[in-house]
């Protein structure tokens, strides 16, 4: 019964992985046929202030940079902020300090502030008789760089709206393969990811334990769900842990005393994404687990019980995820794992403290991960 029951648990957590698969594979016509109701997938754009170089009138700088939003605005794939919306959503005093910086850094702060995936930085100068005209395009997700260009304009200031047209084509053509595979994720972000995770653990029990450690590896498969916004996963994986006791005041004299269990497991996952820290994500998650343990306990005199057993657990947490680049995140969180030995079931405990243990068993930890996404 219990080999039926965790075989249906992976199973269940195996078609609900399949099915998100299917779901981003479908025909871009089913999908938008599913989605009718859904507002247009776009990439958000932050377009920056001008850069205003030396001899070029402010007014000027602020008209071109209209010209280069207008010309962004009529891209489907875009939503172009500007200022107004910073004004709008972040607080002034924050304005001020980001405004106030010069470094790249800043401006990926602000794009991440906004829930931008795009940031456009323009600069206007002039070179004799010249305008020297500059556009970049950031990625802010990886907080790297996506395309740039310079352009020489002559003809005075009324060659400035054709070249600012020619200049974002030209811009955009560049882009083009990342924009489409950025969108391609927004609209389903599904992906597999290989996660590690390594910290102390903690079990409640009738011996104490002086070293304690548990560590995982595992495989996600899920995504972003569009219109909650929430991230879905389905884990299965395998856990290690370890504790090692030792002590000299036991009723039989000097013990020592070690338990190894490998768990494989399956859990399901949510994730929260935070609009002021686009990288950062709360996460929750459950599931049940499967431990195979081998137990050892050794003794100047009495017995040395020794073997393996089987038991089942049910596992929780959560904790928070920070998304370092496209491919790879950082973890941490809490994990509480409340395993059923059954009553009477444990001799290493039983020998231990020369009577009845409870029977069930609660593991905390607290763990650091690294994921890599496919």
Same mark, same amino acid.
């Given at each position: 019964m219990k080999r039926l029951a965790f075989g249906v648990m992976f199973g269940m957590g195996l078609i609900c992985a399949l099915a998100t698969i299917s779901h981003a594979q479908e025909a871009p016509a089913a999908t938008a046929t599913a989605m009718a109701g859904d507002p247009p997938v776009r990439l958000r754009l932050l377009a920056m202030p001008a850069v205003n170089q030396r001899r070029i009138d402010a007014d000027l700088a602020d008209s071109v940079l209209s010209l280069v939003v207008a010309e962004l605005s009529r891209r489907p794939q875009f939503e172009v902020l500007t200022m107004a919306d910073l004004n709008a959503i972040v607080a002034r005093e924050r304005l001020k300090d980001l405004m106030g910086c010069d470094e790249v850094?800043?401006?990926?702060?602000? %794009? =991440? /502030?906004?829930?931008?995936?795009?940031?456009?930085?323009? @600069?206007?100068?002039?070179? =004799?008789?010249?305008?020297?005209?500059?556009?970049?395009?950031?990625?802010? +997700?990886?907080?790297? $760089?996506?395309?740039?260009?310079?352009k020489q304009v002559a003809g005075g200031e009324t060659a400035l709206p054709a070249a600012v047209q020619a200049s974002v084509a030209e811009l955009l053509n560049e882009t083009q393969a990342a924009d489409q595979a950025a969108l391609a994720r927004k609209r389903q972000p599904t992906f597999f990811t290989v996660e590690l995770q390594l910290g102390p653990a903690f079990r409640d029990g009738s011996e104490p334990y002086s070293r304690q450690f548990t560590g995982a590896i595992a495989i996600a498969l899920g995504g972003r769900h569009r219109p909650s916004g929430l991230y879905f996963h389905a884990l299965a994986g395998i856990e290690v842990s370890h504790f090692r006791g030792d002590t000299d005041t036991a009723p039989n004299g000097a013990q020592s005393y070690q338990r190894t269990a490998l768990t494989p497991f399956a859990e399901?996952?949510?994730?929260?994404?935070?609009? /002021?820290? $686009?990288?950062?994500?709360?996460? %929750?998650?459950?599931?049940?687990?499967?431990?195979? +343990?081998?137990?050892?306990? +050794?003794? @100047?005199?009495?017995?040395?019980?020794?073997?393996? !057993?089987?038991? *089942?657990?049910? !596992?929780?947490?959560?904790? /928070? *995820?920070?998304?370092?680049?496209?491919?790879?995140?950082?973890?941490?969180?809490?994990?509480?794992?409340?395993?059923?030995? %059954?009553?009477?079931?444990?001799?290493?405990?039983?020998?231990?403290?020369?009577?009845?243990?409870? /029977?069930?068993?609660?593991? !905390?930890?607290?763990?650091? %991960? *690294?994921?890599?996404?496919?």
């Open positions: 850094s800043c401006s990926y702060e602000l %794009g =991440g /502030a906004l829930g931008a995936e795009r940031l456009l930085v323009m @600069k206007l100068g002039a070179i =004799g008789d010249q305008y020297l005209f500059e556009l970049s395009l950031l990625d802010v +997700e990886n907080s790297a $760089p996506l395309a740039r260009l310079t399901a996952r949510v994730q929260l994404p935070l609009t /002021a820290f $686009p990288h950062l994500r709360l996460m %929750g998650h459950a599931g049940l687990g499967l431990n195979v +343990e081998s137990y050892n306990l +050794e003794q @100047k005199q009495g017995l040395n019980p020794h073997g393996s !057993r089987r038991f *089942w657990e049910l !596992r929780m947490g959560g904790g /928070a *995820w920070y998304r370092l680049t496209g491919d790879q995140s950082v973890f941490g969180g809490y994990h509480y794992r409340l395993q059923r030995m %059954g009553d009477g079931a444990d001799p290493l405990s039983e020998t231990r403290v020369l009577g009845s243990t409870p /029977a069930n068993v609660s593991v !905390r930890a607290v763990t650091l %991960g *690294w994921a890599y996404h496919f």
